[in-house]
């Protein structure tokens, strides 16, 4: 028998930062008559922001209202992953930080997902739950990526772009060595129907 799929305000948010992240990439290239390219950089920083903002308040919600769910917990992320590959591409391509940066954070997130999903069928998921690491990781790229896509001074003081840049690269270091705790840990992890 189908399930059905929850709608509860959790989940619209999450949808909605889905939905956004077309609009996201797409003022990032009005043309100039529309939107400068300072204002185009704000908007899509706003919008970023905003999306980081629902993702705390999604969860939080749903764990209040005890409107948590499965489709819930495999969405969240999903939404979560979607909008940080769409910044880092259109980040590469404007220059603002480096192609292998963004091949090590998307491939890191691909990796981890497929292990989960392997851990979860062979019953072990609690072995490769978020980590502290991982969180850290998480705070460092949404913290990071707003300041390239904002690629000005903040406050007349802040250099962004070259804030961004290393806090990305920071991010960077950060993605393989939680890739790596969450392998070390599934590679421990004995399957139930192994001998011994």
Request: aromatic residues 12%; charged residues 15%.
């Amino acid at each position: 028998m189908s399930q059905k799929i929850p709608i509860n305000i959790p989940i619209v948010l999450t949808w909605l930062r889905i939905a956004a992240i077309p609009l996201f990439v797409a003022i990032l290239y009005f043309p100039e008559d529309w939107l400068t390219a300072k204002q185009a950089n704000v908007v899509a920083t706003v919008i970023f922001v905003a999306a980081a903002i629902t993702d705390w308040l999604d969860g939080y919600l749903a764990r209040k209202w005890n409107q948590s769910s499965a489709f819930g917990a495999f969405l969240d992320p999903v939404a979560d992953k979607l909008m940080v590959a769409a910044a880092l591409v259109v980040l590469v391509e404007m220059g603002r930080t480096d192609a292998v940066v963004a091949l090590i954070i998307i491939g890191r997130e691909i990796t981890i997902s497929a292990l989960r999903e392997w851990m979860a069928q062979v019953g072990k998921s609690k072995s490769v739950a978020v980590s502290m690491l991982g969180k850290i990781k998480t705070v460092s790229q949404l913290v990071a990526i707003p300041f390239l896509l904002y690629d000005d001074k903040l406050f007349g003081i802040l250099d962004c772009r070259l804030t961004g840049r290393l806090l990305i690269w920071v991010a960077a270091v950060l993605t393989v060595w939680s890739m790596f705790y969450y392998l070390k840990a599934a590679f421990y992890t004995r399957h139930p129907d192994d001998p011994g």
